[in-house]
């Protein structure tokens, strides 16, 4: 999509543009351990690509997530962490992911983003 600085992009445009291309230091990981469906994450993105409605069982559109991270701030049961993009994995609604282990190197990357 053409874009002119200072323009305004139609409403619905969002769709259009596959954000999750701007993801590149890190992406959310659902833990789907301590989920209480409160919902907030899907609430609180700004893409608006999250989705579920069971415990457990949200899960992010990676085509639209821009691993901005507010999902992970706002879980109030810490079940969603941030973790490097090259460790990315699929989220599959109501499965508890192994945790890669992440080595100082990569945790300091990711604290200074
Ligand atoms: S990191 Fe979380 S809040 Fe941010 S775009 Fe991705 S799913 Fe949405
Ligand atoms: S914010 Fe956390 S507890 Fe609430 S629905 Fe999302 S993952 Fe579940």
Redesign the pocket.
């Known amino acids: 999509m053409k874009m002119t600085l200072g323009a305004v992009a139609k409403s619905g445009t969002a769709r259009a543009n596959k954000t999750g291309s701007w993801r590149t230091i890190r992406r959310p990981l659902?833990l789907h351990v301590g989920?209480?469906?409160?919902?907030?994450?899907?609430l609180s993105c700004p893409e608006g690509c999250i989705s579920?409605s069971t415990k457990n069982m949200?899960c992010p559109d990676f085509d639209f997530c821009k691993g901005c991270g507010v999902?992970a701030t706002?879980?109030?049961?810490h079940?969603?962490e941030m973790i490097p993009e090259e460790h990315g994995k699929d989220c599959v609604p109501g499965v508890a992911p192994l945790k890669a282990p992440y080595n100082d190197c990569e945790i300091k990357k990711m604290s200074s983003s």
């Open positions: 659902f989920c209480t469906a409160c919902n907030l994450c899907s579920g949200y999902c706002v879980c109030p049961t079940d969603i």
